[in-house]
C-alpha cells in the first residue's frame, strides 16, 4: 500500500445501509481470475517470465480499496447509447443520468454517460487525499468510471462516480459488488516543479551498472528493490 500503519483511511455510511450494501474492500482481496490461473513461467522456463513476475503490475492492481455497486441492477440501452432505463430493488438511488451534451467531444461517447451513487463516505487524515479510478488492470464488463481526485481530508460527504456504461447496445445487469472505482489515498505536497535535463556521468555510470545487474540477474528488480506493499 501506499501507506501502512498509519495514517488510516475510513469508510462510513447511514446506519440502514450497514450491512445491506458490500463493504469497501482491499483491492489485494479481489484478484482477477484469469491472473489467479496464470502461472509466473511460461513452460516452467525460469527466463520466460509472465506478468505474475511483474511488480509494478501487481503493485497497481493490489494498491488501495474497490467499492463496488449497491445492488443489482439491470439496464436496457437502445438507440446506440442514446436511451438507457434501469431497475433496482434497492431502497436508495443507485444511478443517476447525464447528457452527451455534458462531454461533448469526448472520445467514449456514443457510450451512455452515467452517474453510480455511492454511499460510502470517506475520510482519510490531514495532507491526505484520494483518486478515484477505474478498477486497475482488471477486465471492465459494464462500466468505466471517469477518474478525479477528492481531497477527503476537507470533504465530508458522499463522493459520486460519473463514467460510462461500456455496453451501448442490449440488456444487462450489473451485479451487487460489482467493482466500480478503485481508491487510491495518497499524500499532497508533492511538488509541481520538476527537473528535466540530460543524464551526468554519475547517472549514466549508474544506468551502466544496473543495465549490467540486469544482464546477470533475472529478476533485479523484484529480488532486490522491490519492497512488498
Not at 154 to 159: G, N, P, T, V
Request: with cysteine; charged share 25%; hydrophobic share 35%.
Amino acid at each position: 500500500m501506499i501507506f501502512r500503519r498509519d495514517p488510516k483511511i475510513t469508510f462510513t455510511t447511514y446506519p440502514h445501509l450497514k450491512d445491506v450494501i458490500p463493504d469497501p474492500v482491499p483491492a489485494r482481496t479481489v484478484m482477477p481470475e484469469w491472473f489467479k490461473r496464470l502461472k509466473p513461467f511460461v513452460n516452467d522456463d525460469p527466463k520466460g517470465k509472465t506478468i505474475k513476475r511483474c511488480p509494478p503490475f501487481i503493485d497497481i492492481l493490489q494498491t488501495g480499496w474497490l467499492i463496488g455497486a449497491p445492488a443489482d441492477t439491470y439496464l436496457t440501452i437502445t438507440d446506440n447509447g442514446a436511451n438507457v432505463s434501469w431497475e433496482s430493488e434497492f431502497s436508495e438511488t443507485v444511478l443517476e443520468e447525464h447528457s452527451h451534451d455534458q462531454i461533448v467531444g469526448h472520445s467514449q461517447i456514443p457510450k451512455p454517460p452515467l452517474k453510480f451513487i455511492n454511499y460510502w463516505q470517506i475520510t482519510t487524515p490531514p495532507g491526505w487525499s484520494c483518486m478515484f479510478v477505474p478498477p486497475v488492470n482488471r477486465d471492465l464488463k459494464y462500466f468505466e468510471a471517469i477518474s478525479g481526485i477528492v481531497d477527503t481530508d476537507k470533504y465530508f460527504e458522499y463522493i459520486n462516480f460519473p463514467g460510462f456504461l461500456i455496453p451501448t447496445e442490449g440488456s444487462i445487469m450489473i451485479p451487487r459488488g460489482e467493482p466500480i472505482v478503485q481508491v487510491i489515498p495518497f499524500k499532497r505536497g508533492f511538488s509541481k516543479k520538476a527537473e528535466i535535463r540530460a543524464m551526468n556521468k554519475q547517472e549514466l555510470e549508474k544506468l551502466d551498472f544496473t543495465r549490467r545487474q540486469r544482464s546477470s540477474k533475472n529478476s533485479l528488480y523484484r529480488d532486490t528493490m522491490w519492497e512488498k506493499k
